[in-house]
């Protein structure tokens, strides 16, 4: 089990910029990841901006719980504490198969004590999923980017730059920096919209 805060600023971008950031600093990593996010019937969860998923990579999978901060360091990005349970490539595997089957899934380790502890309960529905190819690149500053496509069971597909830092000066120095170079906007619209939202909104039967 590990537990971490999280400090980000993401924004939603037009495809070509996405493609522009991807090619213009140097890059770390590649891969892809499925996300797979739980809730109660009634959205318990997303009441209390709590989000559970699984993913699942090539190598390794992990349940994670985002709870936002009782503490926050800062207040200029979006701030959560990060609750993960890595499991195995056979393990998330099992785990995401037995939901898809049975509709729902009843969590174990940690983010099961989480659950059992404060909402009585650890079965909870598989409600929707989405599939990302990540690129992680060197930044600006020495600060690195994480550039997402994202493709959702709908059939719709968005772009996505995302920047976590423990220094929230530096989050602020490398966004703008960005926005200036590669002309995007951070409007509300466009702005901190999380993943798990989006993919609520384009969900399709499972």
């Known amino acids: 089990m ?9 924004v939603l971008l037009p495809e070509k910029t996405y ?3 991807c090619t213009a600093f140097a890059r770390k990593s590649m891969f892809n990841q499925a996300n797979y996010y739980f809730d109660t019937a009634n959205g318990l969860l997303k009441t209390k901006r ?7 990579f090539s190598d390794r999978g992990e349940q994670t719980l985002k709870v936002p901060s009782t503490n926050p360091t800062q207040e200029d990005f979006h701030e959560a504490v990060e609750v ?24 174990s380790r ?14 909870l529905p598989l409600q929707t999923f989405s599939k990302t190819h990540r690129t ?3 930044g600006p500053q020495n ?4 550039l997402d496509e994202t493709q959702y069971p709908d059939g719709y597909t968005d772009f996505e730059l995302e920047i976590e830092n423990t220094d929230p000066d530096l989050i602020k120095l490398v966004f703008q920096q960005l926005q200036k170079t590669y002309d995007f906007s951070a409007a509300d ?12 909104r384009h969900r399709a039967k499972i």
């Open 2 to 10: 590990t537990q971490s805060n999280e400090i980000e600023a993401k």
């Open 19 to 21: 493609h522009k950031l």
């Open 50 to 56: 709590i989000s559970c998923r699984i993913r699942l």
């Open 84 to 107: 993960t349970d890595e499991l195995s490539v056979q393990e998330a595997t099992s785990l995401v198969e037995r939901a898809q089957h049975t509709g729902s899934l009843s969590f």
């Open 110 to 123: 940690t983010v099961g004590d989480y659950l059992r502890q404060h909402f009585d309960q650890t079965n």
């Open 136 to 138: 992680l690149v060197n």
């Open 143 to 146: 600060c690195e980017l994480t």
């Open 189 to 200: 619209t466009k702005i901190n919209q999380a993943k798990i939202a989006r993919a609520f």
